[in-house]
């Protein structure tokens, strides 16, 4: 549950929906313009609405709190048997990761972040970034770390209580942004699902549905494709049942670690206009 500073922020607030700035097409690819001026005529009638820089805070916690049980950012605390304090660490995890992901979702400069709310929390959380803003710069990260700090396993005080490998396993995503290039390469218009999250106590309430319906009908909309990386064998399943298909199982794996969790699958997958 929220604090109660949140949930008078919501009290009585409008559902007004922002609309990000607009940007011009870039070598034929897909812009910001295009992906808003299509989800927002998706989202006629709909109770997801367009976040802005002043939601930040809110959908951070959702999907904090999404990912809590997250298989990936599990193998990135390498937190092995009963740990009394799990739930904070993986909150806390959670947290940073997602806000230096995310954070320029909201300002609108690298996509689009949409949610859902109620009037005491956000429920879900989704960000897209159009193919003209895929690529990451080095200063976004450098900007990142001054304003949300380093992650924990990058600090001497904090990191003894993750596992022994967790620093070099989320170093490991940089794999996947090598292979997102290759698997994309060649394709001009397309759309990224960076991160989508439904807080706990609302999933299987059809929020996920909603959120992957709205994401296929403005792709399709715009004869674009969608790529994306999950980490199970049963989101592979519902991306599937979505039309998605996967083009390569990612193992993970740092030099050195020989534990029970040492290896992670992440799957890779695609859906084009005509699947």
Known sequence: ALSSPCQRYYHGRPMTRY??????????QLSKRELNKALNTHLYDSD????????????????????QDDPLFSW?????GEDPERDQKMYKL????????????????????LGVRTTESMVCC?????SSCVRERMVDHIIAMFKYG????????????????????????NVLLEKRKDHMKGTKRWIQLQSIGVRSEQQWKGYGKKMLQLLTQTANSLNASI???????SNESLYKHFGFHTVEKVNLCVLGDDSPTANFTVFCMRKDPSE
Request: charged share 25%; hydrophobic share 35%; net charge positive.
């Open 19 to 28: 609309l990000p700035p607009p940007t011009t097409t870039m070598r034929g």
């Open 48 to 67: 997801i609405s367009f976040l802005s820089k002043s939601d930040e805070d809110y959908a951070l916690d959702a999907l904090a709190d999404a990912f």
């Open 76 to 80: 990135f605390a390498g937190l092995e």
């Open 94 to 113: 959670g947290r940073i990761l997602n806000a230096h992901v995310n954070h320029r979702f909201f300002s609108g400069s690298r996509g689009v972040a």
């Open 126 to 130: 989704m960000t897209l970034a159009p």
């Open 150 to 173: 380093a992650p924990p396993m990058y600090k001497s005080k904090e990191k003894s209580k993750y596992g022994p490998y967790s620093l070099q396993r989320m170093q490991k995503l």
């Open 227 to 233: 790529y994306l990386e999950t980490d199970s064998e």
